[in-house]
C-alpha cells in the first residue's frame, strides 16, 4: 500500500501511517517541575485532545519532555478505531511496564477511546496501567494522577453530553507554527454499524463558535496561515445559543450557528488564514456549505467525503443511511459548484460481512465514476461491541478482503496518479510547511486540493506563501518549481 508523504497533516497520506505510528511531545526547558510524556495514536482528533490533556498538565505544574525514559508519567493517547492500532499499544505498553520495573514511581496511564473501551480489562485483568481517562474526562486529569501517586488505580471514563473543552487553549505539540487543528465538536451519533467512535467518544455536541473564532485568531496573531477544523462529523455542527452564552463580538454570528455560518466566521478572521475541515458525513454536506466554499478564497476547495462501500445492501448493512444515488448526487454538487479540480477523497472499507465479488465491483465503479483524488482503505476489520459485531458475521475470508483491498488501492494509485496530471503546466498557490522529507534542498507545502507540492528551496521559508509551477508528479506528490 502506497504510503507517502512529504508532511503529517490532517488528511494526507500519512494519517493511514499514523493510526499506528505515534506522535510524541516537545522537550519544555523547565526546572524542578515533574515530567509528562504523551504518545499520541491515531486520528488527528486524538493529537489534537493531546494537545489538551498537555493544557491540563501544564497548569497543574508539569513540563513536558520529548523522552519516555525523563518522564514521571506518561500517557498513551489511544484508538480503538482497528485492531492493528490497538495492538501497537499493546506492544508498547509491555515495554513500558519494563521501563517502569526499573523505574517504580513512574505512572503509566491510557487516554482516548482504547481507555473507554478496555477499562476493566486493562485495570482488574492484565493490570498494565495506572490511570485510564476517556475522552471527556481530560479535566479530571490532575487529579486522577493524585489518585495514582497515593497508590489508587484512577479511572474516569464517563462520556459527557456537554463537554467540548472549549475554554482550554491547547498547547501546540510537535508544531511546525504554520498549520494547526481546532476542535469544533465531539462525539458522534451516527452509529455506524462497523464504528466504535459513539460507544468511545460518546454523543454529538458541537463547540460555542466564538470560542472557535477566537482560537482561530489566537493563532493568526501568533503567526499560524491555516487552520484545520475537527469534527468526526463536521457537517452537522448546531449550536444553539442560551441564555447566559458569552456575549457575541461586534459582528459575530447568529442565535443558531450551522457548520456552513461557523466556516464563514472562520474564514472571515484573516483572508491570509487558510481554512479545512474535516470529516464530511454525505448525509449531512449541504449547498450551503459548498455556497460558502466558493465564497471565501481562504477556503481551501478540498472535501473529504467518505462513501464506504458502492453497494447499496452494504450501504444498509453499515448504516450509512443513504444510498449510492444520494452519494453521486453529492459528487454531482460539489463538482457544479466548486469545479471539477475540487478534491475528493474517501474511505473504503473492502470484505464488510457478507459482502459479495458484484459488490465489490459496485465499490470500483463507484471509485470509476467520482475520481477520487486519494483516499483511506481498509479491510474490514470486526470491532468488538459495534452493531456490526452484534447482527453480522464476519464471513468474507480474509485473503479474499486483502485482495479486494489490493484492487481498491490499485485503482486509486492509478486515479490519483491521472488527478495530479491535471495540475502539470499550472500555477498552484502552495503554503510552505517546511522541508521536504527526502532532501533540505528543497522544501514541501500544500495546495488549496491537500496535495503535497515539493520545489527547490531557494530563499523561501516556512510559513510563505509561493506561487509553483507544476512540472512533474507522482500519485502522491506534485513537483515544480517557483514563479
Not at 474526562?137 to 497508590?151: C, F, N, Q, T, W
Not at 510537535?174 to 460507544?199: E, H, K, L
Amino acid at each position: 500500500m502506497e504510503r507517502i508523504t512529504e508532511t503529517l497533516s490532517i488528511l494526507s497520506e500519512a494519517d493511514k501511517v499514523s493510526a499506528d505510528e505515534p506522535r510524541v511531545l516537545e522537550e519544555e526547558l523547565a526546572l524542578g517541575k515533574k515530567r509528562l510524556y504523551i504518545e499520541s495514536y491515531g486520528c488527528q482528533m486524538n493529537f489534537s485532545d493531546s494537545e489538551i490533556v498537555a493544557s491540563v498538565m501544564r497548569n497543574a505544574g508539569f513540563a513536558t519532555t520529548a523522552t519516555a525514559d525523563d518522564a514521571d508519567v506518561i500517557f498513551l493517547n489511544t484508538c480503538a478505531i482497528r485492531d492493528n492500532a490497538e495492538q501497537k499499544v499493546r506492544n508498547r505498553l509491555k515495554q513500558l511496564n519494563t521501563l517502569k520495573k526499573r523505574k517504580p514511581e513512574l505512572l503509566v496511564g491510557m487516554l482516548g477511546c482504547m481507555a473507554e473501551r478496555l477499562k476493566a480489562k486493562l485495570l482488574e485483568e492484565e493490570k498494565m496501567v495506572d490511570i485510564v481517562a476517556g475522552p471527556d474526562a481530560y479535566r479530571d486529569i490532575p487529579k486522577l494522577v493524585e489518585e495514582a501517586e497515593s497508590g489508587q488505580k484512577a479511572v474516569n471514563v464517563f462520556l459527557s453530553r456537554e463537554e467540548t473543552y472549549a475554554d482550554i487553549s491547547p498547547i501546540r505539540l510537535n508544531s511546525n507554527g504554520v498549520t494547526a487543528f481546532i476542535s469544533i465538536m465531539r462525539g458522534c451519533d451516527n452509529m455506524c454499524s462497523f464504528c466504535v467512535v459513539p460507544f468511545t467518544r460518546g454523543r454529538e455536541r458541537s463547540r460555542d463558535p466564538y470560542s472557535i473564532v477566537r482560537e482561530a485568531r489566537d493563532l493568526a496573531e501568533a503567526g499560524y496561515k491555516e487552520v484545520t477544523l475537527l469534527g468526526q462529523n463536521v457537517d452537522s455542527y448546531k449550536w444553539q445559543e442560551t441564555e447566559g452564552t458569552e456575549q457575541r463580538a461586534e459582528g459575530m454570528g447568529h442565535g443558531a450557528v450551522s457548520f456552513a455560518q461557523l466556516l464563514e466566521m472562520v474564514a472571515q478572521v484573516s483572508p491570509e488564514l487558510r481554512v479545512r475541515f474535516s470529516t464530511s458525513h454525505p448525509k449531512d454536506i449541504t449547498d450551503e456549505v459548498l455556497y460558502t466554499m466558493a465564497k471565501y478564497d481562504n477556503i481551501c476547495k478540498y472535501i473529504h467525503l467518505p462513501a464506504q462501500s458502492g453497494n447499496d445492501r452494504i450501504l444498509k448493512l453499515m448504516n450509512r443511511t443513504y444510498d449510492r444515488a444520494w452519494y453521486i448526487q453529492k459528487i454531482d454538487r460539489i463538482r457544479a459548484i466548486l469545479g471539477e479540480d475540487c478534491g475528493i477523497s474517501h474511505d473504503m472499507i473492502s470484505g464488510f460481512c457478507s459482502e459479495t465479488e458484484e459488490e465489490h465491483q459496485d465499490t470500483l465503479s463507484l471509485m470509476e465514476y467520482v475520481r477520487y483524488d486519494y483516499g483511506y482503505m481498509f479491510a474490514y476489520s470486526e470491532r468488538p461491541g459495534t452493531l456490526a459485531a452484534k447482527k453480522y458475521a464476519d464471513d468474507v475470508p480474509n485473503d479474499v478482503k486483502i485482495r479486494r483491498l489490493n484492487e481498491i488501492i490499485a485503482l486509486q494509485r492509478n486515479m490519483s496518479l491521472e488527478r495530479n496530471q491535471r495540475h502539470i503546466g499550472k500555477v498552484q498557490r502552495v503554503l510552505i510547511e517546511g522541508p521536504s522529507k527526502r532532501s533540505d534542498d528543497f522544501l514541501s507545502g500544500r495546495n488549496d486540493q491537500n496535495k503535497m507540492v515539493v520545489f527547490p528551496k531557494g530563499d523561501y521559508q516556512k510559513g510563505q506563501y509561493v506561487n509553483v509551477l507544476i512540472t512533474d508528479c507522482t500519485a502522491a506528490t506534485l513537483l515544480g518549481v517557483t514563479v
